[in-house]
């Protein structure tokens, strides 16, 4: 089983930058994509970004292209998002995930990954 644990999470001002960290552990060789997900209460889990273990290539939601960035370390099994220019709309527990089934390019449902971090609350003010 693939282990997931997230770090990062805080409370920062609207327009200030964090940056949140998801270490794998467990049979990482078998992982193809690692994506993250918020949520807020009252709503659906919403996409942010998912990267491709494979060839690191990206994608975003509309709502954080040109303010979030994925990135990961292999060597670390970590993958990193870095949130800047905070908005309070922003505000949600940030979920790491990871599958490892292949889905071709497609990858913004959270229906297909299979494993779960614990989640961490970012909390943006006004």
């Known amino acids: 089983q693939v282990q997931l644990v997230e770090s990062g999470g805080g409370l920062v001002q609207a327009g200030g930058s964090l940056r949140l960290s998801c270490a794998a552990s467990?049979?990482?060789?078998?992982?193809?994509?690692m994506g993250w997900f918020r949520h807020t209460p009252g709503k659906e889990r919403e996409f942010v970004t998912h990267i491709s273990w494979i060839d690191e290539s990206t994608h975003y939601a509309d709502s954080v292209k040109g303010r979030f960035t994925i990135s990961r370390d292999n060597a670390k099994n970590t993958v990193y998002l870095q949130m800047n220019s905070l908005k309070p709309e922003d505000t949600a527990v940030y979920y790491c995930a990871a599958t490892t089934y292949y889905y071709g390019s497609y990858y913004q449902d959270s229906e297909l990954y299979n494993y779960w971090g614990q989640g961490t609350q970012v909390t943006v003010s006004s």
């Open positions: 467990g049979p990482t060789f078998n992982i193809r994509v």
